[in-house]
């Protein structure tokens, strides 16, 4: 079975100050992704970053950037210079090659103080 | 074009009325999913069309029937739902059912009340 796992249900972080959200994550297959997804009070759900996990190299996407450890399994986002629009529920997800749905984890709200 | 646009924003429904979900895409997209979301939890799958075709359920009660009337556009059916059912449905779309790999577009989903 695989599994998405977020162990902090909230942060907090101050504007302009680095935020690590924590993912770890379970599978036993070879081929898979992992994702970072964002869900602001507009309830859409958009993506943030994503990783193949063939892949050593950290994925970057502006001020947003992983650590992926693949042997531990571990999936962290961190945002620097934190923004107040930066403030919602963050999801990680897993999916692997020919699946056609993602796993998520439980979420961690993430609150950015002015 | 690169959005999921989902109608109506809100929705409050009786436990014996029938209503309708629409979701629509103009990106070629050729899967198409319903996800229900309950406060504070993730999304769980509850359809997936490929190529206008049902091609997953996941155990959905049939007082929820989905319909694909075009590539472009997905239904959800609701008739004789419960209170419990209240949440928020999602809708969502990728290239295609397998290639998940540049992850989903998400719609900003219908906020359902059942009383």
């Known amino acids: 079975a695989q599994t998405v796992t977020q162990s902090q249900p909230e942060m907090s972080v101050q504007e302009a100050e680095t935020v690590t959200l924590s993912c770890t994550y379970d599978t036993s297959e070879s081929d898979y992704y992992l994702f970072w997804y964002k869900q602001p009070p507009s309830r859409q759900m958009i993506l943030v970053i994503r990783?193949?996990?063939?892949?050593?190299q950290n994925a970057t996407e502006n001020r947003f950037s992983v650590n992926f450890q693949k042997a531990a399994k571990s999936f962290s986002l961190k945002i620097s210079d934190s923004q107040l629009g930066d403030a919602a529920m963050y999801f990680c997800?897993?999916?692997?090659?020919?699946?056609?749905?993602?796993?998520f984890g439980t979420g961690t709200r993430l609150k950015v103080l002015a | 074009d690169t959005e999921v646009t989902q109608t109506p924003k809100h929705l409050v429904m009786g436990m014996t009325n029938k209503k309708s979900l629409k979701c629509e895409q103009h990106m070629g997209h050729r899967a198409m999913y319903w996800y229900k979301q309950k406060a504070k939890k993730p999304p769980e799958l509850m359809f997936v069309y490929s190529y206008e075709k049902l091609s997953i359920n996941e155990s959905v009660p049939s007082r929820f029937s989905p319909e694909c009337p075009n590539s472009s556009l997905l239904n959800l059916h609701l008739h004789a739902l419960q209170p419990e059912d209240s949440a928020l449905y999602l809708c969502?779309?990728?290239?295609?059912?397998?290639?998940?790999?540049?992850?989903?577009?998400f719609g900003s989903g219908t906020r359902l009340t059942v009383v």
């Open positions: 990783q193949e996990a063939y892949k050593q």
């Open positions: 997800a897993l999916t692997t090659s020919g699946t056609y749905k993602y796993i």
């Open positions: 969502a779309s990728s290239q295609g059912q397998f290639l998940l790999l540049d992850g989903y577009t």
